[in-house]
């Protein structure tokens, strides 16, 4: 263990330079990347939540394409997530995991007096998770993984959040099944309160005639004035994973109709369409979530995890939102990360309103498929680490 931990102390001075260059320019990228060990360090807790999956940033003023102030507050949400104590790198009895949870971050830097965690508790004290599937699909036994989401100025703050509804049907590492998708809606004037909740059961569920599931929800860019987006056009484009070849795809609406689905509309390689049966792949070998961000060049980056899960953080540059989006450049090997055969590494993301100008703070997830016995060696194994990209 110690040996593992000093690696990654040693890990974090390691900076690398990348280039990609193409016959094509838009494709070309200069950039540098480096660990960001002071982010990493703000999710290694010993108390209380101290470990989850997930990871999406959600600024509460809506202000999706502009850097968070001193004074800005980010609702940081996650997936499975760890409730107990860590002592001395020993777990100790009592610890729970439940199915997502939520952080509020003041300000821009990772500062651990100014971020507060959230979860439910029931009556017994013990914890449960902040989003339980009520809708009128859900069955017994589902359970809420979380999507992106964001705040709609246009819509009186709403904040809006991409729940999967999640079945478990086997015992086995991968032993689980999405079966649906559903809208979360609260306001985000409300946040920390998390307990007026609207449900919605979406159509953005994907199942095809050879039982590929895919779903929306991967990653949201809202490309609107009160975003604060450049050369905003009104919609809010939301980007979907559908197949075992991770394929991407895309939906937009209009920001002032984002919960009417009748108002959705779904790219087919060049038009918009009303029949979501219409949907073509823009690309493939990302991750279930996911991230798009306009650079200051006014290309997009398509951050992600090569083919869902693999040691590689990736990026695609993009011409537009609906892309084309070029070939895979290897941002960061997470091998260092990856101490046993056991442990997995996926679901890469950019964070750009937590990140600096010309930069992008990107996360990735550890996790393990021998997860019970890997977790009670290492107990802080299971959490987001980050990485920086500089642009030049």
Not at 54 to 71: D, F, H, M, S, V
Not at 121 to 141: D, H, M, Q
Request: proline share 5%; charged share 20%; aromatic share 12%.
């Amino acid at each position: 263990m110690k040996k593992h931990i000093c690696a990654l102390l040693l890990a974090a001075t390691i900076s690398l330079q990348g280039y990609a260059q193409s016959a094509d320019d838009w494709q070309t990228v200069k950039f540098t990347v480096a660990q960001a060990p002071e982010w990493t360090k703000l999710l290694n807790r010993g108390d209380g939540w101290f470990g989850a999956d997930g990871i999406y940033t959600i600024p509460l003023n809506g202000q999706e394409g502009k850097p968070a102030g001193k004074n800005d507050k980010t609702l940081l949400i996650f997936s499975d997530t760890m409730i107990g104590t860590v002592r001395d790198n020993t777990l100790a009895p009592g610890s729970r995991m439940i199915h997502n949870s939520a952080a509020i971050l003041k300000g821009n830097v990772p500062d651990e007096k100014a971020i507060q965690f959230y979860w439910d508790k029931n009556a017994k004290n013990e914890a449960e998770p902040l989003f339980v599937p009520t809708s009128p699909a859900t069955k017994k036994g589902e359970y809420f993984w979380l999507g992106d989401g964001f705040v709609n100025k246009d819509q009186n703050n709403s904040l809006y959040i991409f729940g999967y509804r999640i079945f478990n049907v086997s015992e086995e590492a991968f032993g689980f099944r999405e079966v649906g998708n559903t809208l979360i809606k609260l306001n985000a004037n409300d946040v920390p309160k998390f307990t007026n909740q609207k449900q919605e059961d979406t159509p953005l569920y994907l199942l095809d005639n050879k039982g590929d599931i895919g779903s929306f929800g991967a990653g949201i860019y809202a490309n609107t004035k009160s975003a604060g987006a450049p050369d905003a056009d009104g919609y809010i484009y939301v980007y979907g994973v559908r197949g075992m070849a991770k394929q991407l795809v895309l939906a937009r609406v209009p920001a002032k109709s984002f919960d009417d689905f009748k108002q959705w509309r779904y790219w087919d390689g060049s038009n918009w369409q009303t029949d979501i049966n219409s949907l073509v792949n823009i690309t493939d070998k990302v991750s279930n979530e996911l991230s798009v961000t306009r650079l200051a060049d006014g290309r997009f980056a398509l951050v992600f995890q090569v083919n869902g899960m693999s040691p590689f953080v990736g990026m695609r540059i993009g011409k537009s939102l609906t892309g084309p989006f070029g070939p895979i450049i290897k941002l960061w090997d997470c091998s260092k990360d990856l101490a046993k055969k056991s442990y997995t590494v996926y679901n890469a993301k950019a964070h750009p309103t937590l990140s600096k100008p010309g930069e992008l703070l990107i996360s990735y997830n550890i996790n393990s498929v021998e997860f019970l016995k890997d977790l009670q060696e290492y107990p802080n194994l299971y959490r987001p680490r980050f990485i920086r990209v500089k642009f030049e």
